[in-house]
Structure formats: C-alpha cells, structure tokens
C-alpha cells in the first residue's frame, strides 16, 4: 500500500511539512519522526487493546508516547472509539504534554464521544484553565453530541472558579432541558456553583425542592453557610444532618473558630469519633485565631503523641503561634521538625519561619532564611514589615527599593512604617510618588497619610487628601472619618470636623473622643461638653480618653464644681479608676481657679506617684497667684525630680522674686549658672591638667637627681606618684615627708586648692568660681613643673 493513498497522509503532512503553532513545533517533530520510523520498520503494523493498555501502563516518556500514537494512526486503530478515548485520557494526564496537542487528537478522531469531550473538558478545569472550558461546551454542543451527567458538572466547575453565575444559570436551563435535573452529582454541583456565586437564596431552593439527598449535598449547603458566616443557620443544618461526616465536623469547627466560639469548637472536636489531619488543623487555627496560643501549641504535642501526620498547614498555624508567644526555643524546635520531614520547600512555611525569626527580633535568622531563594511577592512585605517592627526603617526602606515587583500591600505598609515612626515627611513623599506610580491606595495608606499630616500640622496636604478621597469615590468609613476629624480638629478646622462627623453613618467610641479633644484643645468647652452629653444619650460609654477630654474642657472653662462631678463619676458610675492624666487636670483645674490647698490635698492623697507635671501644674499655679509657701516647696521638688529643667528653675526664681526674697532668688539663679558652667569648668582645668603632666614627662629628664631609663608614660606614672600627699602628712616638691611645724608651717605651705563636688553641694553658693589664669609654660626645666594640689579629702 502505497503512503498517498493511506487516511493519515493530510495528518502527517499537516504536523510534519507546514506545522500549527510555533510553541509546539518540538512535539510534531517528534510524532513526525515516529511515525516515519513506525512506516519504515513494519509498514503493516497492527495493534489492539490489549496491547495498547500495556504500552500505556509501561510508558514513561514522552517519546514512548509519541510511539504509541504513530502505532495507532499507521494501523488506523485511532478510529476505535474507545481506543481513542483511552489515548485521549492518558495523554491528559500526562503533564508533559500541553492540552492544545490533547485538541488536536481530538479533531483527530473521526467518531469522538461525549466521554472524549468530558476527558478534554475536565483536563482545561484541572489544570486552572476554566475559559477555555465553556467554548468547548458550545462546539460539543454544535457537533450534535448530547452531553451526559458528567458533562454539566465540569462546566458548572468552570462557572464556579469564574464566578460566571451568568453561564452558570445557562447550564441550569440546559440541565433542566435534558432532563438531569434529579441527579444528585448534577444537583451537588449546581448548589455548589449558587453558594460560590453569593446566590445563597438559590442554592438554598435547590436544596430545600430536592426530593433526595446525600451526604455531599448536605455538606454543599453546609459549606455555603459557613463560607459567610452564619453560626445560627449552620447549627441548624449541622444539627438536622442524618449523618454527620468528618467534613462537616471540619467545617463546624472552623466556622466556631473565627466566630471565637472557642469552646463550641472544642467541643465538637472531642466528640468527634473520626478525626483526621484537617480536624487537628481546624482546632489548631482555631486556638492560634483566638490568641490562645499556649493552648494551640499543647495540642499540636497531643497531635504528634497520637501519630497524626503533619502537614504544611498545620505547622503556619503552630509557628504563628511560637512567634506571638516569642517563644524561641519552641519556634526553633519546629524549625528542626520541619527540616526532618521535608517540607520546608514549601512557601507559605518560608513565610511563616522568616514572621517567626522577625518576631524574635532575630534579623540574621530572618535573613538567611529569605536568601535561600524560596520568596515571593508575601515574603518581600514580610521583610519590610519585620524590619519596620524592630526600628530598622533605612533597611525597610532598601528593601522596598529593591523589591523586583510592588503590590498594594508594599505601599501600604512602607507608607504606614513611616508614619507609625515619626517619619512624617518621608510618609508624604512615599505617598507622592505612589500616585505617580498609579497605584490606587487603599483605606489603610490614606489613614497614615492623614495621620502624617496631622503630625506637620500641614492642613493643606491634609485638604488635598480629603478632597482624593471625594473624588476617588473612597467611602468614609469608620477609620478614615475618624482620622479626618482628628486632623482638622488638630489644624483648627473645627467646623470642617463637625461636619464630617455629622455625615458619618457608623461613630465609635474613637470618634467621639477626637471630637470632644478636638473642641477642648481649640477652646470650646461648652461645646466639648455638650457632645459628651450626646454621646452618653447615643449609649456609647466613655473610656478614660473621653474623661480627658471632658476634664480638659472644665480646665478651659473654669468649671470647678463640672469638673468635681465628672471626676468623681469615673469610678462611681463608669467603674473606670482615674490616672495621672484625669489627676493632673484636675490639679491644673484647681490651680486656675487659686485652690491650691485643695490642688496640693488631691496631689498628697493620689492612689499613685504624681509625675513632673502634676507638680509643673501647681508650681505654674503658685507662680500665678503668688503663693509663695506652696511654691517654694512644689519648686524645690521639681528641681531635685528634674534638675536639668530650666523652665522650674524660672518659675521659683520668678516666685521669689515677686515676694523680694531676693536672696533665695540669687541662691536658685547661681545654681543654675553653676549647673551650665562647672561642666565647661571641669573639662577645662582637666585638659590643662593633662598638658602640664604631659610636658612634665618630657621635659624633665631626670628624676630626684638621678638617670633615668624609663619611657615617658612610666616616668609620668612615678612623677606623680611622688607628688602625691599622704592622708594623715604632707610631702614635699622632691617626695621627702615635710616635718609638723605648727599652724604657720602648714599654712606656708598649703597649696592652692581646686573646688570639688563634695565641697560644692557642702556650700551652694561656691558652687562657681572663677578658674585661675593656667600658667603657660614650668618655671625651671630642672625642677618640673609645680602641679596644684588636690587638697586633703
């Protein structure tokens, strides 16, 4: 038989001579070769199905398939429907092959069936490639092939990782025209398509108007209530289930757990008769969820106890729980037991080693661990993250830089690091050139811009954000109406304030108290007041922010008897205990209005220490009304708590003078000289002092008379030593002890003397003295230079 005349001439010519696609020129070469190779060796080459299977369970490389297929189109055996449908199946499931050749053996086989289009159709949806799914529904559909109970379950497969709910309600009404409406694979599949879409109402009919149910179906419907949450509904599916199947359990308990029904969830999983590796995980995540992280780690040991195997899964929720606890020894222990079973290849584990090691503050782990080349786009953000979280913002900063690909989350977290560190400048700047970019910010990066111009106090920038935020269409949420009432309150803008939070929908205990500050700070206190009182009629408690607040406002307003009642409120009627803040306006309160005795009564029967500006406030008080007793006490405090504070230092000076105390205001101005000028002091006649030793030991080149052949730092070292006087005598220049001569002698003899820090705080007011003209050069090379004594201790 001669090969022109044979069925498989336009194949070979058409794979062989002019080719397809370029990306798929290596496959055709080689099937081109295999069958002229198959045609040279045995032009008449049979096979059957036998055969066939055998070859297929033996093939293990691609050329062997490509030998197989030549086989089959030579003996034309590719024309046997169920041949080719078993060559089409495993050259599906051969992952070296690409599907576009599994096409084209299918527009090779003449009398293809609906099982050779499911075989293809089911390929495109495993493989992540759903678009090209529902093309092939409709030529299926145009080659007048009926498709069966499989077919519609993989298109609706399709619609679910699409979320086309549009096609997807298409393939119901195709369904429901071949009449396959009651099978439950089809069913399943249908409601499951509803609960993926967000069409819950539908998925719910299909469920209630079916006549029989099972297992998978009971489980479809259940996944869809806990997919959004709903604990009640759930419970109740949950509860009328005829069999409850470890997947229902799995998915009860993770619904519990983000619902932080913590001991529903434990419950359910002690009764669980059946438990596998996704219920210990579930638990697991439940625990690390919920911050009981102790509690996750004792299971994760009682999992390991009762030989459950261990997954990726379960090891990123245990290390998240080693890196909240800072529990090095356990997180390094997982690290180990990662590394024994093999699994530390895995990302998502890379990822939550590297959060674990910056957790630590451990930043070589970290780094070593990122430096390995197992890091994605999550792994870049986790680095920034761990390096703002421990200081180092210029790291962060190079990192950012370096990053091959920047995401939302990129920005968002640098421009947050910066503003979170006092960074406020460099938070607008990164902000600038995010727009540049054209990357759309999200709520969180307008938050810590708007925070950053509060910080500069830039009301202009801040306006410009505001004005983004209208025009970008951004909702004004909870967080941002917040931030943006805050800003203007601190810029002055309280009108601006006012307004945006009368046209917020949803007000927390947050936004009340930027309001109530905001009023209080720029001085409307009536107002503050008022929105205090609006606040407690809306049924939002107070915290001790508001009381601030609400303090702050009676401080400007002068209202002792308000202030008295909303202070005593906290702990009587809010149960809230008051701190240093709530104290020190009340003193400053009381101080204003010239009650210092009942300022100075509440500071001595404060539950806690009073700081600094508790006692800043009665001193500025006393200045103020010049109270003179109270002052000087409350003054000399502060300068013994701060003695580097010049400002308390002012205040009792001023209070002195004001009452002609003109002698305890010198006493505290020469103090405060003292305390500028002795260190300059000190550090002068010390490096005169080291001059004069150093000239000393090179000058002098002989010691008592005789040679020496010591170095200059060991003739220096003997020089003083025998300069120095003894406690109880005195020596002369040359080391000789002098004779007790009397009163006279030693007085001759008395040297003049430097003012130490003993003698200083023993006499206040010679505290300072003006420092001797230094001499400049010794008076005789032969005997040395005359170095002033320290004086007897």
């Known amino acids: ?129 759903p678009q090209c799914c529902l093309p092939l529904y409709r030529l299926m559909l145009k080659c007048d092939l009926v498709p069966d109970n499989y077919s519609h379950p993989i298109v609706l497969q399709a619609c679910s990782l699409r979320f ?7 393939i119901h009404s195709h369904i429901l025209k071949f009449g396959l409406c009651l099978d439950l694979y089809v069913l399943n599949t249908l409601i499951n398509m509803y609960s993926v879409c967000g069409h819950l109402k539908d998925a719910r009919f299909l469920f209630d108007e079916s006549p029989v149910l099972d297992s998978v179906t009971w489980n479809s419907i259940l996944a869809a209530y806990v997919q959004i949450g709903d604990v009640d509904e759930s419970v109740y599916i949950f509860n009328n289930m005829p069999e409850q199947n470890t997947i229902a359990s799995n998915s009860m308990i993770a619904l519990f757990g983000r ?102 503050r451990n930043i070589n782990a970290a780094e070593l661990l990122f430096d390995l080349g197992y890091s994605d786009q999550i792994s870049w953000n986790i680095m920034i993250s761990g390096y703002l979280k421990c200081g180092f913002v210029d790291k962060a900063r190079h990192s950012f830089d370096s990053m091959p690909r920047k995401d939302l989350v990129s920005w968002s977290t640098m421009i947050s690091g910066y503003a979170q560190h006092g960074h406020s400048s460099d938070t607008l700047a990164l902000f600038h050139e995010m727009q540049i970019r054209g990357v759309r910010p999200d709520e969180t990066t307008l938050v810590s811009v708007l925070s950053a111009c509060t910080n500069l106090f830039a009301l202009e920038q801040g306006k410009w954000v505001h004005a983004y935020i209208r025009k970008q269409a951004f909702q004004i949420n909870l967080f941002l109406g917040t931030t943006l009432v805050d800003m203007y309150m601190k810029c002055g803008c309280t009108k601006t304030a006012l307004e945006i939070f009368d046209e917020m929908e949803e007000k927390s205990i947050s936004t009340w108290n930027a309001l109530i500050l905001g009023l209080a700070m720029n001085g409307f206190f009536k107002e503050a007041l008022e929105k205090f009182s609006n606040m407690e009629r809306c049924g939002v408690l107070p915290n001790e922010t508001t009381f601030v607040g609400v303090l702050g406002a009676c401080r400007h307003g002068g209202l002792v008897d ?31 209005a010239g009650l210092l005795n009942d300022a100075k009564k509440l500071i001595k029967d404060m539950p806690i220490a009073p700081d600094v500006s508790t006692w800043g406030a009665l001193l500025g008080a006393c200045k103020k009304h010049g109270n003179t007793d109270i002052g000087e006490g409350v003054g000399r405090k502060l300068i013994e708590f701060e003695p580097q504070h010049d400002g308390f230092h002012i205040l009792l000076s001023n209070i002195y003078a004001s009452k002609g105390k003109w002698d305890n205001q010198m006493e505290v101005c020469w103090n405060d000289v003292a305390r500028w000028m002795w260190p300059l002091f000190t550090e002068e006649w010390g490096t005169w002092r080291r001059i004069q030793a150093s000239k000393t030991t090179e000058i002098t080149p002989t010691l008592h008379g005789k040679q020496t052949s010591q170095g200059p730092e060991e003739a220096a070292i003997e020089t003083k030593e025998a300069r120095i006087e003894p406690r109880h005598g005195k020596t002369t220049q040359h080391g000789k002890p002098a004779a007790n001569h009397g009163n006279q002698g030693a007085k001759a003899r008395k040297q003049p003397t430097v003012d130490t820090k003993e003698s200083r705080h023993r006499n206040p007011r010679a505290s300072y003295r003006k420092p001797r003209r230094k001499p400049c050069e010794p008076r005789s090379q032969d005997t040395g230079t005359q170095e002033p004594s320290t004086g007897n201790e």
């Open 562 to 592: 308000k202030g008295w009642e909303y202070f005593n409120s906290m702990k009587h009627i809010y149960n809230l205990e008051p701190n240093i803040k709530h104290y020190g306006c009340m003193v400053d309160l009381l101080g204003r």
């Open 1 to 129: 038989m001669r090969i022109s005349s044979m069925p498989f001439l336009d194949f070979l010519n058409r794979i062989s001579l002019k080719g397809v696609q370029r990306s798929y020129t290596m496959e055709r070469k080689l099937v081109s070769s295999s069958l002229k190779s198959v045609i040279a060796r045995n032009p008449r080459v049979s096979i059957n199905l036998s055969i066939l299977e055998e070859r297929l369970w033996k093939c293990q490389k691609l050329k062997d398939f490509f030998q197989i297929h030549a086989q089959m189109t030579v003996s034309g055996f590719i024309n046997d429907s169920f041949a080719a449908s078993r060559l089409l199946s495993f050259c599906t499931g051969f992952h070296f092959l690409a599907l576009d050749y599994s096409r084209q053996l299918l527009n090779q086989i003449e009398n293809s069936n609906t099982f050779s289009w499911n075989t293809i159709m089911r390929a495109y949806v495993r493989r992540n490639v």
């Open 164 to 170: 086309c709910v549009v096609e997807g309600e298409q």
């Open 259 to 360: 619902s932080k029904l913590v001991e529903d969830a434990r419950k359910l999983f002690d009764e669980m008769t059946s438990k596998d590796t996704v219920s210990w995980t579930a638990m697991i995540s439940c625990y690390e969820q919920n911050e009981m992280f102790r509690e996750a780690l004792k299971l994760f040991t009682l999992m390991r106890v009762c030989g459950i195997q261990i997954d990726e899964v379960v090891m990123v929720s245990v290390l998240s729980a080693c890196a909240s606890l800072e529990a090095t020894k356990e997180g390094e222990a997982m690290h180990g037991l990662i590394i024994r079973i093999g699994i530390q290849t895995y990302l998502s584990l890379m990822n939550s080693l590297i959060h674990m090691y910056l957790s630590y």
